[in-house]
T-cell receptor, first 114, second 112 residues
Framework: GENVEQHPSTLSVQEGDSAVIKCTYS??????FPWYKQELGKGPQLIID?????GEKKDQRIAVTLNKTAKHFSLHITETQPEDSAVYFCAASRTGGGADGLTFGKGTHLIIQP | DAGVIQSPRHEVTEMGQEVTLRCKPISGHNSLFWYRQTMMRGLELLIY????????DSGMPEDRFSAKMPNASFSTLKIQPSEPRDSAVYFC??????????FGPGTRLTVL
């Protein structure tokens, strides 16, 4: 089955700086890679996703890049703000998450220092 | 839109008791997923349904766990008998047509 590795487990950055979280996956058949943000006491919420037919996707301050050859994808957050503090999870799926479940990384605790 | 609804939000029970967690997916969604979150193992898929039919339950840890989806708007996850190692946050998620999975707020289960 799929295995998703995520690094780092904790990331502390100064407010206004950029943050990068990296994930690798093992199943070459995976073609859907979402990123979720989880705040304390809440369920994960999708913040951005990418499919294997594109290499990069941006949405305001967040972007995701995908390298299918190397089987890794990354989340980039620019101009970080205090409300970005949360746990971020990457995930992978073969079919887009609807016909099968998501395999998650272990999460990255992002801390934005004022 | 009410989102995915889970109940109860918190459950504390004693070892050996039966526990039933409930989920109402977003109206119109045709796939439902149960996940478990622990510090040690992270977020794990337990089971998922497409059009109310269980598709893959290979993530269900033991026979003590069972899940049902009697109709498109309701699912249950039952643990009988419960054990302390079942303590975790259980999430339900739903989706339509292979797109974004929307998660509920979770049920925090504590088994004493």
């Amino acid at each position: 089955g799929e295995n998703v590795e995520q690094h780092p487990s904790t990331l502390s950055v100064q407010e206004g700086d950029s943050a990068v979280i990296k994930c690798t996956y093992s199943d070459s058949a995976s073609n859907y890679f979402p990123w979720y943000k989880q705040e304390l006491g809440k369920g994960p919420q999708l913040i951005i996703d990418i499919r294997s037919n594109v290499g990069e996707k941006k949405d305001q301050r967040i972007a995701v890049t995908l390298n299918k050859t190397a089987k890794h994808f990354s989340l980039h957050i620019t101009e970080t703000q205090p409300e970005d503090s949360a746990v971020y999870f990457c995930a992978a799926s073969r079919t887009g998450g609807g016909a099968d479940g998501l395999t998650f990384g272990k999460g990255t605790h992002l801390i934005i220092q004022p | 839109d009410a989102g995915v609804i889970q109940s109860p939000r918190h459950e504390v029970t004693e070892m050996g008791q039966e526990v039933t967690l409930r989920c109402k997916p977003i109206s119109g969604h045709n796939s439902l997923f149960w996940y478990r979150q622990t510090m040690m193992r992270g977020l794990e898929l337990l089971i998922y349904f497409n059009n109310n039919v269980p598709i893959d339950d290979s993530g269900m840890p033991e026979d003590r766990f069972s899940a049902k989806m009697p109709n498109a708007s309701f699912s249950t996850l039952k643990i009988q008998p419960s054990e302390p190692r079942d303590s975790a946050v259980y999430f339900c998620a739903s989706t339509l047509g292979g797109n974004t999975q929307y998660f509920g707020p979770g049920t925090r289960l504590t088994v004493l």
